[in-house]
């Protein structure tokens, strides 16, 4: 993993993200990292008797995805000093997410230099189902 320095951001940059995709393998795995076993996220009869389409993923597989996109790409020197997100539709099984962002802003402040983003993980059925924000912290090279 490579070290991205602040002096090499450029706002409008797009971030490279990655794709997942929620093979019933992946929900269980989801289910069981998190502990989070509330059957809407591995048994579909009961997902589907509460009004949902299928099972979806958890909060936590979301925002762990998330913080994959930004850590992935700050490199191990980068450090998330502020993650939001909206859950606003599915990502259901079947799915494939694709996990992107893009560079709003950079700024220095108190002598870090940090980079404001829009972060978001979309599927084919619904688009951006997850809209998010991020600020991240990287460092200078000429500090």
């Not at 597989?61 to 997100?85: E, I, N, Q, S, Y």
């Not at 079947?94 to 950079?106: E, M």
């Not at 983003?117 to 809209?131: D, F, Q, V, Y």
Request: charged share 25%; net charge positive; glycine share 10%.
């Amino acid at each position: 993993m490579s070290q991205r320095c602040w002096e090499d951001v450029r706002e409008g940059e797009a971030l490279p993200g990655f794709a997942l995709e929620l093979t019933m393998t992946r929900m269980v795995q989801q289910v069981s990292g998190t502990q989070d076993f509330y059957p809407i996220h591995h048994d579909r009869d009961f997902a589907r008797s509460g009004g949902h389409p299928d099972i979806f993923v958890n909060t936590a597989f979301t925002r762990a995805a998330l913080c994959r996109l930004l850590t992935d790409w700050a490199g191990p020197a980068g450090f998330v000093k502020r993650l939001g997100f909206q859950m606003r539709r599915y990502h259901l099984v079947g799915d494939t997410i694709y996990v992107r962002g893009k560079v709003v802003k950079k700024y220095r402040q108190d002598g870090v230099g940090a980079v404001d983003l829009e972060i978001w993980a979309e599927n084919a059925r619904e688009g951006i189902a997850t809209p998010g924000t991020a600020t991240v912290h990287l460092p200078l090279r000429s500090a």
